[in-house]
């Protein structure tokens, strides 16, 4: 099945971390022709538990098979498919901007309204954090493109469910 | 007491009851080889690692257990691959061993490395790399659990050199930890309620049995829903035995399964294709819907509900949509409807069948499967009519793939389960002749035959080595059409009889072959020599090669042509 279009879907997988299992997701969804836009991978507070958010384009049909095909590998504790449930979700962004004389109060006035955070300053450059959800991500990345992006670096999603414990 | 790597092993495989390997040494598995004869395990040294993996799943199919085999690293594992292939699309039980070199040389493209476990990581249901022979006994342990439990597969667990011989206390689990495999095996009742109600009420309902209905052992729950509902079956590739095509006469003969529609898809019958695309409401066991059965997949099954009972909930709702769907082993399943449908027969069952069932006969009538029948050459159908005769339909029959496999499904009256190993799913020539001796080494005073045709047997016609040397009486006929003939009537169909690549003439002499190889080799080149060449295979203890030349251009049909409607056959 392979994916042209459709729309963007949030995942969150508990995983074992074992050797091996993020190369069991990636191959799923290179083998089965699935997308994958972003996917992010850290331990939990439970020792051997990590939790992975994938951020995949696909129809209802692709998107619960895709659901179900995660839940069949053997190290896959829990799926959740958040487009049944709420959910709450953040990236990082480290961008690194051009600032002369001219442009650096412009930069730092959207730091500013962005709540992001200068974290290295060199003669010509800045580089901010920026955290927070796609949209304003994006909305900021706008904005600095105007004055000059040199690099940019995403973490991609991180997302949890709103309500109880997953 | 500590004790080696090698020996915990085979301490796992004697608690898991494996009774027999089928392997081939190299550099990285020679420990292994160095512990066995302190086993009471039986060894059957093959003569190609694919032979190995189709021998163990041939026993696989054929018996229900796990089948296991023993490979070293680098080419002895890249040898597995199509076996494992095979074996996962078909849902087999199997554990591959294979070697790895030692862990401190694991990605340094040491000699006969490979990483099998990143190569096999698509076509096996899971895999390990032991790092530390603490936790053998735990890897094994899982292995065969995930086998053979839930939809069965194959697992494949990488065996690095310094793992096997290090010591280690030998404590073997009682309980496997896998948090995050529990397969479902009871099925929603409440789903199987509403699928009985779509039952209940349809005008034309049809059973559509696959190779769960095998797998599980359903084939009794089967039979008992389908006369209690008077529903007729048909099955997939797969499913051919898990419904007895014939019913035990009062005179100890057999005759057709009046419910039985034989095989549907590409190279279905007549009824069973009409039946299905005429169908109101279909009850599915143990499918998948596979393109090969559905045909263009937009007009399959149009007047159709269906509710479809698997496993593996990946199987449902991936091809065809799904009014019911049950998650759920399929004998559970089965057995809560059988249960239901006595709570709450439906009236008068027999007289609201009568029009269908008519319908269906009527179809039957119109076109039966046939061939024309002749007296100067060999038809291939005829020889797989006569293996049923003389052996009352009771052998285990394996095939390869092509036209003589399909044949075989439409000609051999399959009435019982692990009565027929076939490869479907990834459709593997080669996979016949091994898989039969891996049965014959189950069920040593059976009857094996390998169905095959001149192309596949010489894929792994080097096999008749280890069925001579481990005296594993198999029988092979060949249906020699001197053609790779399914790419041939393809090719006379769809491509403007273009045969390129698809004549064989210049094969060895088969008789030949199997004499210089220590077998028997017998040849039948007219129709009046096909049952005394049967009758005279068939009573010798020993490997035959029956090589029978058969009407060259024989095409099988009913066949679908590819991207059509499985109503619009070919019939001749
Ligand atoms: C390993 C493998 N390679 C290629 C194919 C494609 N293929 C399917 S059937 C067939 C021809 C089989 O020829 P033969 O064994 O003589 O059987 P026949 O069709 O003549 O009965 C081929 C090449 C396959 N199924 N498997
Ligand atoms: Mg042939």
Redesign the pocket.
């Known amino acids: 099945m392979i994916i042209t279009d459709g729309q963007r879907h949030t995942i969150g997988i508990l995983v074992q971390n074992v050797p091996g299992v993020l190369a069991r997701i990636v191959g799923l969804f290179s083998g089965r022709g699935y997308n994958i836009e972003t996917v992010t991978a850290a331990e939990t507070n439970e020792k051997g538990l990590t939790r992975i958010t994938l951020v995949t384009t696909g129809d209802e049909r692709v998107l619960s098979q895709i659901v179900k095909q995660l839940n069949k590998l053997v190290n896959i504790i829990k799926v959740y498919d958040f487009a049944e449930t709420e959910f709450v979700d953040r990236e990082m962004a480290l961008i690194k901007v051009r600032a002369e004389q001219a442009t650096r109060a412009e930069v730092l006035r959207i730091v500013d309204i962005f709540r992001a955070k200068v974290v290295d300053v060199s003669p010509h450059f800045y580089t901010l954090e920026v955290t927070g959800n796609e949209g304003k991500i994006t909305a900021i990345m706008e904005l600095l493109d105007q004055i000059g992006i040199v690099e940019i670096a995403r973490t991609g999603k991180a997302a949890l469910a709103r309500s109880k414990k997953h | 007491m500590k004790i080696r790597g090698a020996q915990i092993l085979f301490e796992c495989l004697k608690k898991e009851g494996v009774e027999v390997i089928f392997g081939y040494p190299g550099g990285a598995v020679l420990d292994i080889y160095h512990e066995m004869p302190r086993h009471n395990i039986r060894h059957i040294l093959v003569r190609h690692e694919q032979g190995a993996t189709h021998m163990a799943d041939g026993y696989a199919r054929a018996t229900g257990r796990v089948g296991v085999c023993l490979v070293t690293s680098g080419p002895g594992a890249t040898n597995t691959v ?1 076996g494992i292939a095979t074996a996962n699309m078909d849902s087999v039980p199997m554990v591959v061993l294979t070697g790895q070199v030692p862990t401190a040389l694991i990605g340094d493209d040491a000699f006969q490395e490979v990483d099998i476990i990143g190569i096999t990581r698509p076509c096996t249901k899971h895999s390990y790399l032991v790092r530390d022979v603490n936790n053998l006994a735990s890897v094994i342990k899982e292995a065969f659990y995930l086998a053979r439990t839930g939809r069965p597969g194959p697992v494949v667990v990488d065996l690095p050199k310094d793992v096997i011989q290090a010591y280690a206390d030998f404590k073997y689990p009682k309980k496997v930890d896998l948090p995050g495999y529990r397969p479902t095996v009871e099925a929603h009742s409440g789903q199987v309620k509403k699928a009985y109600q779509m039952l209940k009420k349809a005008k034309a309902p049809l059973i559509f049995a696959g190779g769960g209905i095998v797998i599980s052992g359903s084939t009794e729950e089967l039979v008992t829903l389908a006369n209690l509902i008077q529903a007729p079956v048909t099955c997939s590739l797969m499913g051919l035995g898990g419904f007895p095509a014939t019913v035990a006469d009062k005179d100890g003969g057999r005759r057709p399964n009046p419910l039985f529609l034989g095989m549907l898809g590409m190279h279905g019958t007549y009824q069973a294709n009409m039946a299905i695309s005429h169908a109101d409401v279909i009850f599915a066991v143990g499918v998948r819907f596979d393109d090969r059965v559905t045909g263009k997949i937009s007009t399959f099954a149009p007047n159709a509900r269906i509710a479809h009972v698997d496993v593996d909930p990946t199987s449902i709702s991936k091809n065809v949509d799904v009014d019911v769907p049950i998650v759920g082993d399929c004998k559970n399943a089965l057995q809560q409807m059988i249960e239901i449908a006595r709570n709450e027969p439906i009236e008068g069952v027999g007289e609201l069948r009568k029009g269908w069932l008519d319908e269906i006969a009527h179809w039957a009538e119109e076109h039966p499967l046939s061939y024309c029948r002749s007296q100067d050459v060999i038809k ?1 159908q005829y020889v797989i009519e006569k293996i049923y005769e003389l052996s009352g339909g009771e052998a285990i029959i394996t095939t ?6 399909m044949w075989t499904a439409q000609f051999f009256r399959f009435h019982r389960p692990r009565g027929f190993l076939s490869s479907g799913g990834l ?4 996979y016949g002749f091994p898989a039969a001796i891996g049965a014959q080494v189950a069920y040593p005073d059976e009857l094996v035959v390998d169905i ?6 010489q ?1 792994n016609i080097q096999e008749l080595c280890t069925a001579v040397c481990n005296k594993v009486p198999v029988k092979v006929a060949i ?1 020699n ?1 001197h ?7 393809w090719q006379e169909l769809f491509y403007e009889k273009n045969y390129m690549g ?1 004549d ?1 003439e210049g094969s060895p002499d088969f008789v030949k072959l199997a004499e210089a190889y220590g077998a028997v080799g017998l040849r039948a080149t007219r129709p009046e020599e096909v049952e005394p060449v049967l009758r005279e295979a068939f009573s010798i203890k020993r490997p035959v090669l029956m090589d029978f030349h058969v009407a060259r251009e024989e095409g099988v049909f009913p066949i679908v042509p590819p991207g059509k409607s499985i109503t619009e056959m070919l019939l001749a």
């Open positions: 199509t291939p390869e793939v092509g036209q003589h496999q459709g593997t020539m080669g095959a045709g001149d192309g596949s047997i894929m249906l059409n053609y790779l003939g399914l790419p041939r009537q698809s064989l």
